[in-house]
């Protein structure tokens, strides 16, 4: 029986193997393609500490924008348009529902805790009304809850479990649709044209963006290209990626648009096992291309499976640590004003590009965390989740609780060096250059770290360390408290069997946070110690 039916975008902007748009198109006489701009996102905040609104940084900002207007033009290609609202879903949807006798409202599954309430909600109205919902799994390439049922009903706590219950995944299902059947009737709605920055409040803005443009058209072509190098893809080992290439950066950077849904993981997934069908041989998970896609299936199923997974306070999983709530610290990290060239560059990346090499990410976790400053994960995971264009709620937590060693990873001696490790992949230091001028003139044998420079040669550079440029915390200090702090954590979380109450964190948020052992930010000209005590030669990543 032919009828009106409308697809919900949300994530999943693509045609291409989207099964919520082939349901939609079945039997449909129209199909009203929705996206809701939601101010809540979006909507510009001047008091955030960089262009954006509270929680959406102006990059992924921009790249929503890209992709909608690319999702725009490919729906005209078959007949269609995007239908662009502004508001509230909670509000829109239902309100549409009715406004336009909707008899099939389809939108592709999301597992993240704010859209499962959200889409309940909806999914309840729609069904009391008498509107058929479907909405499939496709922004993975397995249904955690098929996995989790798989494992007894247990969530599989680490990649190998994980792997273990892995069926054959089911196949992309083309390029979609050639045709969808267009719109009518919707002009009693305020339907809008794809917006730039500028008419959703931004102004003046003097930025360096983001080089990577949104759209599943760029995610495709990016696809391709980065499948074209059998030798680079069959060879790709996680470990071995440098963190500190920009230009042309180590890895696929197909991220942002896996999180967007751009580009669909299932399609990724069978590419690739088609390429490593072709070739002698290649690596295996989990370093290779095939491992870092079933790492984003494992964090997808953990985080589903798991209460308060965003949080320390309630998860089951995650160790109950003391860790410092000092805004300070947090600024300069965020802000990138250590004192570490490597860290610091690395974090104005960030804030320029909305994205950082995944080891990259890794060496400012640590160094925020269990390395050096000893602020709790959560404050780093809040500014990643604002400002990376690729965040996705379940990896950048599963990444921060693993990084943090609050859960997945436990020997947190093993720490990067905020010196050595960026040093060994460019030791000229174009990196820390390029995001960092005011240090362009240090020469490189103290670009990563620069208060070593005579005062002669800093002032021939024009970069005084203390004036133009900050001291750096006391790495080695800092890092023996580090700790000197989890391993009581550790053992704490050991003799209350991972449940130690808030009274007893608090008695070694004393003993270690107010004793001093911590305040050791440099204000002055001495320089951090030189000296490397014997555990910590052999535990940092150099």
Not at 355 to 377: E, K, N, P, S
Not at 477 to 506: I, S
């Amino acid at each position: 029986m032919e009828g009106r039916a409308l697809m919900w975008f949300r994530k999943g902007l693509r045609l291409h193997d989207n099964p919520a748009l082939e349901h939609a198109c079945e039997g449909a006489k129209n199909v009203y393609a929705v996206f809701v701009l939601d101010p809540w996102f979006l909507a510009p905040d001047p008091c955030a500490p960089s262009p954006g609104s509270a929680r959406v940084g102006i990059n992924r900002i921009q790249f929503l924008l890209g992709c909608l207007k690319d999702l725009d033009l490919r729906l005209k290609s078959r007949g269609n348009q995007l239908l662009l609202l502004h508001g509230n879903p909670v509000e829109i949807i239902p309100g549409l529902l009715h406004k336009w006798s909707i008899k099939k409202l389809c939108f592709e599954y999301d597992t993240e805790p704010y859209s499962l309430q959200r889409d309940n909600f909806i999914k309840e109205h729609a069904t009391e009304t008498g509107v058929e919902v479907c909405s499939p799994v496709s922004h993975t390439i397995y249904n955690p809850e098929d996995i989790i049922a798989k494992n007894g009903g247990m969530v599989p706590l680490t990649y190998q479990s994980f792997c273990r219950v892995l069926g054959k995944p089911s196949n992309p299902l083309g390029d979609g649709p050639s045709h969808i059947p267009p719109p009518i009737d919707y002009e009693g709605v305020n339907v809008l044209s794809v917006p730039c920055l500028e008419d959703l409040g931004y102004k003046n803005l003097n930025e360096e963006f983001s080089p990577f443009p949104g759209g599943e058209t760029e995610g495709l072509k990016r696809l391709e290209e980065s499948l074209k190098d059998k030798n680079w893809v069959s060879e790709f080992e996680k470990p071995k990626g440098d963190p500190t290439a920009f230009m042309k950066p180590a890895t696929t950077v197909l991220s942002p648009y896996l999180k967007f849904g751009c580009v669909s993981s299932r399609l990724f997934y069978s590419r690739l096992k088609v390429l490593y069908s072709q070739v002698k041989s290649y690596t295996k998970p989990p370093v290779s291309l095939e491992g870092q896609l079933l790492w984003r299936e494992f964090f997808y199923t953990v985080g589903y499976g798991t209460p308060n997974f965003d949080r320390m306070v309630g998860s089951p999983i995650c160790k109950q640590i003391p860790w410092k709530d000092d805004e300070d610290l947090l600024a300069a990290w965020r802000d990138g004003h250590t004192g570490y060239p490597w860290i610091d560059a690395a974090m104005v990346q960030l804030r320029k590009w909305g994205w950082m090499h995944h080891l990259a990410r890794h060496a400012v976790a640590c160094f925020l965390t269990r390395g050096d400053m000893f602020v709790h994960w959560e404050k780093g995971r809040d500014v990643f989740d604002r400002l990376l264009i690729d965040d996705d709620w379940s990896i950048n937590n599963g990444n921060w609780l693993w990084l943090s060693a609050s859960a997945f990873f436990a020997q947190y001696h093993r720490i990067y060096s905020p010196i050595t490790f960026g040093q060994k992949y460019d030791p000229e230091g174009k990196f820390v250059k390029y995001f960092l001028p005011v240090l362009q003139d240090i020469p490189k044998q103290y670009i990563y770290a620069p208060w070593k420079a005579p005062d002669e040669v800093q002032k021939n550079a024009n970069c005084i360390i203390g004036k133009d440029y900050p001291y750096p915390m006391d790495h080695v200090v800092a890092n023996k408290a580090c700790r000197e702090c989890m391993a009581a954590a550790y053992q704490l979380n050991k003799d209350a069997t991972g449940k130690p109450t808030a009274e007893q964190l608090d008695l070694l948020k004393v003993k270690f946070g107010q004793s001093g052992n911590f305040n050791v930010i440099r204000n002055s000209k001495s320089s951090p110690s030189v000296k490397r005590q014997r555990q910590s030669k052999l535990t940092e990543y150099k």
